[in-house]
């Protein structure tokens, strides 16, 4: 089965930068898109970032100029480089990616990985 592992959360002060991972496993026939999105206690959640196989971009507004989406050569791994953190950034980090396998395409998830940022 198709899996989606995060790492790379924890602890920060604000101003501070982590850089979180992404890796995708399974037997994949393609991957389209990869992206993160997270969810902050009692809210919804949201897009963070997103990059598809071509390489296109795009942020959420409150991270544009701080944080970078990009994937690996192997194109099953995806990372998000985080800068000047914010304590409103805290939340769990979920990387998504747009998979097409045996059964069919479908989106997938990770676990999650929390990120704080104390201020």
């Known amino acids: 089965q198709v899996q989606l592992m995060e790492s790379g959360g924890g602890l920060v002060q604000a101003g501070g930068s982590l850089r979180l991972s992404c890796a995708a496993s399974?037997?994949?026939?393609?991957?389209?898109?990869m992206g993160w999105y997270r969810q902050a206690p009692g809210k919804q959640r949201e897009l963070v970032a997103r990059?598809?196989?071509?390489?296109?971009?795009n942020y959420a507004d409150s991270v544009k100029g701080r944080f970078t989406i990009s994937t690996g050569n192997a194109k099953n791994t995806v990372y998000l480089e985080m800068h000047s953190l914010k304590p409103e950034d805290t939340a769990v980090y979920y990387c998504?990616?747009?998979?097409?396998?045996?059964?069919?395409?479908?989106?997938?998830w990770g676990q999650g990985t929390q990120v704080t940022v104390s201020s």
């Open positions: 998504n990616a747009d998979i097409k396998a045996v059964d069919g395409r479908r989106e997938h």
């Open positions: 990059i598809t196989s071509g390489g296109r971009t």
């Open positions: 399974g037997i994949i026939i393609s991957i389209f898109d």
